[in-house]
């Protein structure tokens, strides 16, 4: 009997759903219990020429309809995401593995919430009069053309929105490619969008490795590239992209710190350091893997820490009880695995976890090691898996330092009571989306990116409306034109 996750067929092109087996197959596996729920297979070049030159044509009408046009749209597809939200987090939950009891709070909802943003934004983008004596100059804000998002596995429902609702809210189309190792979630966001009135052709998603990304990014049509992944493929898309001098937007990896001044609340910070290592399994591009925890309160800290991480609950994902799933697939659990193995042979602390759990699927236990140093390998380099490193420190001065001694720069947190720490820690924080008290926030409304080798450009909030469109000037004289001959 077929799986109720397998789509309709594996792309979706101008309104509809296409199917190409041409393609290579690619198996979906469900990351709680290994088992196959679904085949879609990768697109050929012929789809992906399909995919181009309908949302090319697509984008032309699209961009002259006026902004609260096309925001009602997005609008109506926010409200439809929205009633269909028990059905999209299943869904979510076996594309990803994440436990419905964060799938039904963090992916379909965070997707419309993008979705109702931008459209409310859409009627508001104008350009400015500029006065210059007599003559004046105007500004128009247009949109890109053709725009391609390429996602990461973490957040594939959430994702293809962070990207898409900008991107058609500014006049834009976009061709999407999820992650192939979460094909699924995307298709339904196409899905609705065409439900809601977007026309043919304006949002088309498409499956595929590396090689297909490749294909859209080289694409003479395509006039911007905005990808969510690891600082390795950022580096190589966008190089690839800056061939053909496109807009880029980079979303990539972190090894942010958190850090823990010995004033602050013990169970807030606790909490946050949860948040920051653990939610999504720790496969969370933002998360504050490095967490300084000042010397005065470390002991106290690691023994609640222990506590409450005992409380995860592992198990069926489908079961909103479940606190805590699997990652996402074999391959992810063996290079996290890998690390925790590092972490032991370098000699951190082992306070709890520290290996697979003894239960079907690809679960791995929430680990945290205590004692780690500045230079071990699982303070360096990015896991996305719930591995936390616990660090100790003296100083203001020390931890600043510290923190900011990586090649990332994506998030940054501080726990404290003494609000001008805060602040003054947080602003010489290399990283672009911190938080002061808290951790892993990441509202619609506020702009979302890193700065050094985590990303360029921002998502979300108005920020994300200069990345998806430019501005074109224009000199009006109303005079006589004077010339040297
Ligand atoms: P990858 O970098 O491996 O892949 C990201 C996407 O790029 C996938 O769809 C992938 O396809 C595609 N891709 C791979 N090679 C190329 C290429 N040469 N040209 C075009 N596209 C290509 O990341 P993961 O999927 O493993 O996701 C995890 C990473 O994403 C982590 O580093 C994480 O930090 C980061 N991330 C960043 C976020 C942010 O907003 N800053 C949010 C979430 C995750 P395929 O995998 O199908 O081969």
Redesign the pocket.
Known sequence: MTHPAQPTASHFINGEYVEDTNGTP?PVIYAATGEQIATVYAATPEIVDRALSTAKEAQKAWAKMTGTERGRILRRAADIMRERNHELSVLETYDTGKPLQETLIADATSGADALEYFGGLAGSLTGEHIPMGEDWVYTVREALGLCVG??????PTQ?AC?KGAPALACGNSMVF???????LCALKVAEILHEAGAPAGIYNVI???????????TDPRVDK?S????????K??YA?AAKGMKHVT?????KSPLIIFDDADIDNAVGGAINGNFYSSG?????GTRVFVQKGIKEKFLARLAERTGNAILGDPQDEATSFGPMVSEN?MNIVLGYIEKGKEEGARLICGGKRADMDGYFIEPTVFADVTDDMTIARE?I?GPVMSVLDFDTEEEVIARANDTEFG?SAGVFTNDFSRAHRVIGQLEAGSCFINSYNDAPVEAP???VKA??VGR?NSKEAIKHFSQVKSVYVRMGDVEAAF
């Open positions: 690619i390429i996602g990461a596995w973490n957040y994702i962070w490619k999820p992650s192939e190792t979460t094909p499956q595929g490795m590396g090689e297909v990304g490749g294909a859209l990014v590239v990808l969510t992944g690891s600082v390795p493929t950022g190589k898309v690839a980079m979303e990539l990896g972190g496969q969370v591009c933002s998360n992810q990015e996305f994506l979302f990116g890193g985590s990303g998502e």
